[in-house]
């Protein structure tokens, strides 16, 4: 940290609160300029402990800014993470789902690849060794929000309010095998991602937006982790999804999204909007 106190339990409350109105506040940043990321992860590391004191239940993580061509929108040039819960991820039955738009604050569509582990990840820039410790991967959307008005942040102001993270929707998955370990690490950083609203093309992406692989975004958050004892390291069992692989889009009730993965062989997801 820069050695500036911040009122860590304070901030934390107040982003509580406009989590759970669904509301928006003004930045940290804009009233505590020396608020900076090491502090922004001490604040989420303070809204967990309320969380888990709460009952709520971490299932894995999202990490979110892994897709560089978006940096300079919204002027955050490193990615982030935060745990997701029990109650934030859905299942997309058969590929389909339908969510509720009500508990978020202007929430944008993220099509997404998500993990689930095996095994803790080494530190490899070998994407076929990291798939070796996954169980399957899946197609999915998260739905980010920013409690910030705008979408006007600074890089601590988003880490802290949750890394953005509002829910995530997880499609069927595909199991890593030995027979397509090898060419799921191909095709990661090269498929197109196809992003569709009521059956428009809204944008398309890369797998090597996201840190130049998917699979390299979970090396890249055992990096992190490994600077900050005060979290669990990443462990078997958990699902993470790694980045939006388009731009972030602006979602409103009665729309309808769908993804498709190309040549990564993952079915793309439905979602409809309440």
């Not at 990291?130 to 197609?139: F, G, K, N, R, S």
């Not at 929000?145 to 998955?173: E, I, M, N, R, Y």
Request: hydrophobic fraction near 50%; include cysteine; glycine fraction near 8%.
């Amino acid at each position: 940290m820069t050695g500036i106190a911040h009122d860590i339990g304070a901030i934390a409350g107040r982003l509580i609160a406009a989590y759970d109105s669904a509301t928006t506040l003004a930045p940290i940043t804009e009233t505590d300029p020396g608020f900076d990321v090491p502090a922004a992860y001490e604040v989420l590391r303070e809204i967990e402990a309320r969380r888990l004191a709460a009952g709520w239940r971490p299932v894995g993580r999202k990490i979110g800014f892994t897709n560089r061509t978006i940096w300079p929108r919204y002027g955050v040039y490193l990615p982030m993470w935060a745990h997701v819960w029990a109650h934030t991820v859905h299942d997309a039955v058969a590929n389909r789902a339908t969510l509720a738009l009500a508990p978020f604050v202007q929430p944008r569509i993220e099509p997404e690849v998500v993990f689930k582990l095996r095994a803790p990840v080494p530190v490899t820039d070998d994407a076929e060794r990291v798939l070796a410790c996954v169980e399957w991967i899946a197609p999915g959307f998260e739905i980010v929000q920013s409690h910030f008005p705008g979408w006007k942040f600074a890089a601590a102001d988003c880490t802290a309010a949750f890394a953005l993270h509002g829910a995530l929707v997880v499609g069927t998955p595909l199991p890593v095998t030995d027979r397509n370990r090898a060419t799921l690490a191909a095709a990661l950083p090269t498929f197109t991602l196809t992003l569709r609203r009521a059956g428009a093309v809204i944008d398309t992406g890369v797998g090597a937006n996201v840190l130049d692989s998917p699979a390299l975004a979970l090396v890249h958050l055992v990096r992190v982790l490994a600077q900050q004892p005060q979290f669990p390291p990443l462990a078997a069992g958990e699902v993470i999804t790694t980045g939006t692989i388009t731009d972030a889009w602006p979602v409103v009730a009665g729309e309808t999204w769908t993804s498709d993965y190309g040549a990564l062989g993952l079915p793309g997801v439905t979602l409809a909007f309440g």
